[in-house]
């Protein structure tokens, strides 16, 4: 059943174009991801769907009442972010609208109850439009991708993985189409090179025609008419390379690999260690008593849920409060959402080069990796966006003289194509990373070691986040039973021969066992 159509939209915002749209449909029971850049119009089309905007031209037909649920959040009260999220989600669900259009639900949601609302939705009835840069979020719920680009929206089957498959698809067949063109291109300029060359030596009179020969004979017409045909047929293939179809190249990606400060004495060795250090605000234990050691390389990312002391505890290791204790090799860079970092009145190069002691083609390597190419980097700060001064200041960090990147909530403000930017530079980074998010893709991609913050403890996972999710503690205490038992068996051996034979060596094996299993209880 159709429940909205959309035909001929067009929305201008001052002089540009912002949504030109040909045709849109909304079935019962669609699960649609709308993605797309900071800035392509996302929150304009979900406004123009819902009739909170009007479009300049075109028309939106409805069959059914929709809700949106709107990317800014009223904070005029004490409530978390994520409390006052969750809110405008349970009114919106509360209402059963047929068509939910949300942008950006997942905004200040940690990870519990961002899976939380998956399930909400999976048992949703109605269709749902979702704006989100949670691509986990995307796979879970999605039955259709909405690209939009240039105003344009391309619709993709399936969900956000399937639509990166098409992408891939498309990215390899402009690369065919490339070569093919450039192919041509190259035969066709042969070509016409060879046709001039011919051309020119057909105004030459042969060496063996004399000139009284050449007049009776009509030797230089001839040789004229030859050169005109040539010159004609040249002309044809000039033609033809105007006429051919230009493709464009596809930007190269170029890999990141850079000198860090202290990497000799720093990778694979302990370079943070905390000893019994306690987390606590006034009134609320965050965590107990921990323990537990960084090496230089690892990358680890803190989960927990809003409120845990995620963020309490990257503040405690910047601070190197008591039991903590950092390597005199550690250079650390820390990333937040704070941009003061950014001189906004300077551009976007001179910002990123001012700490740093790489050279200009490095950094501006990193900085086409984050999207920003050629004269972007000559813009002002002051002119962009707020995910790309985030961009920016993540790059500034990136490139300064550091060892050791502890990021707080990085993805925040970034779409897509951003995340996965920073992603993959982080994969390639060989520092210490430490990171907090609530982005389980981005954490999946990055992090080797996981650190949960749950019921007022920190457990350390050494694994992927996937491993850490498929780990079962359940699994764990059976092992512990397994060796409790063995254990036991042993004591009781080991009493039996004391009981037959007393010694020294004897009882110190006894005393060994008692205090091993008395450890494994305690653990």
Request: aromatic residues 6%; charged residues 30%.
């Amino acid at each position: 059943m159709m429940l909205l159509e959309a035909n001929e939209l067009k929305l201008y915002i001052k002089d540009r174009l912002l949504i030109d749209i040909e045709h849109l449909m909304i079935q019962s029971r669609d699960c649609i991801g709308l993605v797309g850049r900071n800035g392509s119009g996302k929150t304009t089309l979900l406004e123009l769907l819902s009739k909170k905007l009007i479009p300049d031209e075109g028309n939106i037909t409805s069959n059914v009442e929709s809700v949106l649920l709107p990317q800014l959040k009223h904070t005029h009260t004490t409530k978390s972010g994520g409390e006052i999220t969750q809110e405008y989600i349970n009114r919106a669900l509360a209402n059963k609208p047929e068509l939910l259009l949300a942008d950006e639900p997942t905004t200040n949601l940690d990870t519990f109850h961002i899976e939380k609302l998956e399930k909400q939705l999976k048992k949703w009835q109605g269709a749902i439009v979702i704006v989100s840069h949670d691509r986990a979020f995307l796979d879970s719920l999605c039955t259709k991708i909405w690209d939009i680009e240039d105003g344009k929206v391309r619709e993709y089957k399936g969900n956000y993985t399937d639509y990166l498959s098409y992408k891939e698809l498309e990215r390899k067949q402009q690369e065919n189409s490339y070569e093919q063109y450039e192919r041509k291109k190259k035969q066709l300029e042969e070509a016409l090179i060879l046709k001039e060359q011919k051309a020119a030596r057909a105004t030459k009179t042969p060496k063996k025609v004399s000139p009284s020969e050449s007049r009776i004979t009509g030797a230089k017409p001839y040789f004229a008419n030859k050169q005109k045909k040539l010159r004609k047929a040249a002309k044809a293939i000039e033609t033809r390379l105007d006429k051919l179809e230009k493709v464009e190249k596809l930007k190269d990606i170029p890999a990141v690999k850079m000198k860090l400060p202290n990497e000799e004495s720093f990778k694979g060795r302990t370079v943070l260690r905390l000893k019994d250090v306690t987390g606590s605000i006034p009134n609320r234990i965050l965590w107990k008593k921990t323990s537990f050691e960084v090496k230089g390389g690892d990358k680890l990312a803190i989960i927990g849920k809003n409120g845990s002391g995620k963020t309490t505890l990257l503040k405690k290791i910047m601070n190197k409060d008591y039991g903590i204790s950092i390597s005199p090799s550690v250079q650390i860079g820390y990333f937040s959402q704070n941009l003061d970092i950014l001189n906004v009145n300077e551009s976007i190069l001179t910002n990123v080069q001012s700490t740093s002691t790489q050279d200009e083609s490095f950094i501006r390597t990193v900085l086409a990796r984050l999207r920003f190419f050629r004269d972007d980097v000559y813009k002002k700060v002051n002119v962009l966006s707020g995910g790309e001064r985030v961009k920016v200041a993540f790059a500034k960090i990136f490139v300064s003289d550091i060892n050791t990147l502890i990021l707080d909530e990085p993805t925040n403000f970034l779409d897509i194509e951003s995340v996965e930017a920073l992603e993959s530079l982080l994969q390639e980074y060989e520092g210490t990373v430490i990171l907090v998010s609530h982005d389980r893709r981005f954490i999946q991609s990055i992090a080797n070691i996981i650190l949960s913050i749950e019921n007022e403890e920190i457990q350390i996972f050494d694994g992927t986040y996937e491993e850490y999710l498929q780990y079962s503690p359940a699994k764990d205490r059976n092992t512990k039973e397994d060796e409790l038992l063995l254990l036991e068996t042993k004591i009781s051996d080991v009493l039996s021969r004391l009981s037959i034979d007393p010694s020294d060596e004897l009882e110190m094996e006894f005393q060994i066992l008692i205090a091993e299993k008395n450890k494994l209880k305690k653990g």
